[in-house]
């Protein structure tokens, strides 16, 4: 895996790749396997800063991302949620965020 050595507590980023696809493409990848199921609140801006060590505009960008691709919606005071049909989603146009 060249672009991650993520462990929960450290996450090394390619350079040749902007952070917010390789941050979205976990996220993405948690979705596909079950880690977040539909319905299940994604890690906010904050907790992504916290996770990934990345800037508020970067999570930001991550949501915005996933939001625009169908696979989570935000409501807003509450968070946002992977999307009933993220899985279905993800099936269709598979890619890397």
């Given at each position: 895996m060249a672009w991650a050595a993520?462990?929960?507590?450290?996450m090394e980023?390619?350079?040749?790749?902007p952070r917010w696809r390789q941050?979205?493409?976990?996220?993405?990848?948690?979705?596909?396997?079950?880690?977040?199921?539909?319905?299940?609140?994604v890690p906010s801006v904050a907790e992504?800063?916290?996770?990934?060590?990345?800037a508020t505009s970067t999570g930001q960008k991550v949501h915005r991302g996933l939001r625009a691709d169908g696979l989570i919606q935000t409501q807003v005071g509450m968070g946002s949620f992977v999307t009933k049909s993220a899985k279905e989603k993800l099936a269709e146009s598979p890619h890397d965020g």
């Open positions: 993520y462990l929960g507590c450290v980023f390619a350079p040749d790749e941050v979205a493409r976990i996220i993405r990848a948690r979705i596909e396997d079950g880690t977040y199921p539909p319905g299940t609140r992504m800063l916290e996770e990934f060590g990345i």
